[in-house]
């Protein structure tokens, strides 16, 4: 299985409700990713997770709140988004590249979830 | 700092010509390289890399990149295009401080016509 999933595929939420992104993959790896991306534009990374462990948060707002429940789902949890958080959220997972020994593995994406709020 | 850029928004070919798509790309160290392909309203799909080695990467679909170290460069390259090939069509360099991190290019769009 070389599929990340994510869920739902297209979101729509005003600007006071709570939601979660959903990403599975189940392809052994230990390092997942959150991005944003608006139209035409490339990836903005949020966060990485690395062995569960949350290794980068790029000052991303705390209204985006993620989760890595255990290594084979990340989470991303919404609150209070502003319309302007409008974007393709993007989730991604790699083979860890952070360990003593030195790899330099690919991620592989997700289909995304549509997000727009009102 | 890392970074990598991709000098044209967009680029127009014909079916059955050869493409190009330029990346340069400036960072500290030896460079880990990588292209990626997205389809509308899709996720990135990876296509090659190039770690170390021979120059030239070879990678999905057809597609190849060649490395050049004296131009710091890594364009992609495939000899025919075919109008599926349309995309959008992303480099990305590995941070050296952090090999979790990527830092993608701006991206170019690849209009192939019939």
């Known amino acids: 299985d070389t599929e990340v999933t994510q869920t739902p595929k297209h979101l729509v939420m005003g600007m006071t409700n709570k939601k979660s992104l959903k990403c599975e993959q189940h392809?052994?790896?230990?390092?997942m990713y959150w991005y944003k991306q608006k139209a035409k534009k490339p990836p903005e990374l949020m966060f990485v997770?690395?062995?569960?462990?949350?290794?980068i948060n790029e000052s991303v707002p705390s209204r985006f709140s993620p989760e890595c429940p255990n290594s084979s789902l990340l989470n991303l949890h919404l609150h209070a988004l502003q319309p302007e958080d409008s974007a393709l959220y993007l989730c991604?997972?790699?083979?860890?590249?952070?360990?003593?020994?030195?790899?330099?593995?690919?991620?592989?994406f997700g289909p995304g979830t549509r997000l727009t709020v009102l | 700092a890392q970074s990598v850029a991709q000098p044209e928004d967009q680029v127009n070919v014909a079916e059955g010509n050869p493409l190009t798509v330029k990346c340069t790309y400036s960072?500290?160290?030896?460079?880990?390289l990588f292209w990626y392909v997205q389809y509308p309203n899709r996720g990135l799909q990876f296509l090659l890399k190039?770690?170390?080695?021979?120059?030239l990467v070879k990678g999905s679909y057809g597609f190849e990149a060649e490395f050049n170290k004296s131009q710091t460069s890594f364009h992609l390259k495939k000899p025919s295009a075919l109008v599926s090939d349309s995309a959008l069509y992303f480099c990305?360099?590995?941070?050296?401080?952090?090999?979790?991190?990527?830092?993608f290019g701006s991206g170019t769009k690849l209009n192939v016509k019939p």
């Open positions: 990305a360099v590995r941070v050296l401080y952090n090999f979790n991190k990527f830092y």
């Open positions: 997770y690395s062995y569960e462990k949350l290794s």
């Open positions: 392809m052994g790896h230990r390092a």
């Open positions: 991604a997972s790699s083979q860890d590249n952070s360990g003593g020994t030195r790899s330099y593995n690919e991620q592989f």
């Open positions: 190039y770690i170390t080695g021979d120059n």
């Open positions: 960072v500290s160290g030896n460079p880990y």
